[in-house]
Nanobody
Framework: QVQLVESGGGLVQAGGSLRLSCAAS????????MGWFRQPPGNDREFVAA????????YYADSVKGRFTISRDNAKNTVNLQMNSLKPEDTAVYYC??????????????????WGQGTQVTVSS
């Protein structure tokens, strides 16, 4: 079992920045690869960013590439999402998630075994 708790969401004006954090506990953190998803109002959950297994590579949705950065702090068992140049269309509930190394389709929500409770990000125009 892995427990994930997100923090850092809030209300920000367009063009602003927010930093989300995800604290992981439970089974060995390094047994899983981490990712971020979001669910805009009335829409399905969508991929935002993720690490490859081992953390050597990062992947981003086209809509956030160049604006968002995923990072990890292994000493603190946290995964972060730095979000810059935020747009109203970034408004969503943001979730961190963990997947086992056997799951290779990293952009699919169904590849992830554990999820946090989500944190709301609202970007005003």
């Amino acid at each position: 079992q892995v427990q994930l708790v997100e923090s850092g969401g809030g209300l920000v004006q367009a063009g602003g920045s927010l930093r989300l954090s995800c604290a992981a506990s439970g089974r060995t953190y390094s047994d899983y690869a981490m990712g971020w998803f979001r669910q805009p109002p009335g829409n399905d959950r969508e991929f935002v960013a993720a690490f490859s297994w081992g953390g050597g590579n990062t992947y981003y949705a086209d809509s956030v590439k160049g604006r968002f950065t995923i990072s990890r702090d292994n000493a603190k068992n946290t995964v972060n999402l730095q979000m810059n140049s935020l747009k109203p269309e970034d408004t969503a509930v943001y979730y961190c998630a963990a997947r086992s190394p056997s799951r290779t389709r990293i952009m699919l929500p169904t590849s992830y075994d554990y999820w946090g409770q989500g944190t709301q990000v609202t970007v005003s125009s």
